[in-house]
């Protein structure tokens, strides 16, 4: 059976910092590019990051771009999502997704596999 565990959220001021986890089992983690989303409250879902197989290759979200580092490591099965210098405009409820197909990782791509979502509130 397939997880996708996230963990790291929680409450931080305005311009913190949060380290996201995704950490997977169940699966050939290294075989699923994979992906960060996250909800807002009365928002639909928005990809935010994803990153390939290989961990070579990331994209992000315009809103995201230069304070979020999307990374990981298949040695652990794991993937991870840094962010700085948050803003409220970031408080969601973050996912990480494992992509359908492994040679996709554009923002967006149809996921196979979803976390549980972990809670990231930045106050102001």
């Known amino acids: 059976q397939v997880h996708l565990v996230e963990s790291g959220g929680g409450l931080v001021q305005t311009g913190g910092s949060l380290r996201l986890s995704c950490a997977a089992s169940g699966l050939t983690f290294s075989r699923y590019p994979i992906g960060w989303f996250r909800q807002a409250p009365g928002k639909e879902r928005e990809s935010i990051a994803t990153?390939?197989?290989?961990?070579?290759?990331?994209v992000y979200a315009d809103s995201v771009k230069g304070r979020f580092t999307i990374s990981r490591d298949n040695a652990k099965n794991t993937a991870y999502l840094q962010m700085n210098s948050l803003k409220p405009e970031d408080t969601a409820v973050y996912y990480c997704?494992?992509?359908?197909?492994?040679?996709?990782?554009?923002?967006?791509?149809?996921?196979?596999?979803w976390g549980q979502g972990t809670q990231v509130t930045v106050s102001a």
């Open positions: 997704g494992a992509g359908e197909n492994p040679r996709l990782y554009y923002l967006g791509f149809d996921v196979d596999y």
């Open positions: 990153i390939s197989t290989s961990g070579f290759n990331t």
